[in-house]
């Protein structure tokens, strides 16, 4: 998926909304498609691409690169390289991860008591 021009509109709003409130920024991104899905797996425990993508059934290899990606470079979750024949990556939640994800936990729960869907 491609990402928004510079020169848009909607690019212009929605930075004005991230620059208004840090809040509008984290919103956008857990809200791409499968974001907090990738978060709640690897803090079950699913360290491994192949655990993830096993968990999170129908995501798609490439969704989920792209998810770890973004979850890494916003220091929310931590890659380990490990040596060995094959080598391995692990993934683990940082500690400004696992505040979000109890923040996203009283959420969840708020949605479920709360939200009639």
Known sequence: MS???LSS?????????????ALNELLYLL??????????????GNSRFNN??????????HILADRL???EQHELIHKSC????????EYT???KGEELSEI????CDFAESQMQF
């Open 3 to 5: 990402e928004r021009k």
């Open 9 to 21: 509109t909607n690019f212009y709003n929605q930075s004005f909304l991230e620059e208004k409130c």
């Open 31 to 44: 809200s791409k498609r499968w974001m907090t899905g990738v978060l709640f797996s690897i803090e079950e």
């Open 52 to 61: 993830l993508r096993e968990d999170l059934e129908h995501i798609s290899d």
């Open 69 to 71: 990606k973004y979850l």
């Open 82 to 89: 490990i040596p060995g024949n094959p080598p391995r990556t």
């Open 93 to 95: 939640l940082t500690a």
């Open 104 to 107: 996203l936990g009283g959420l």
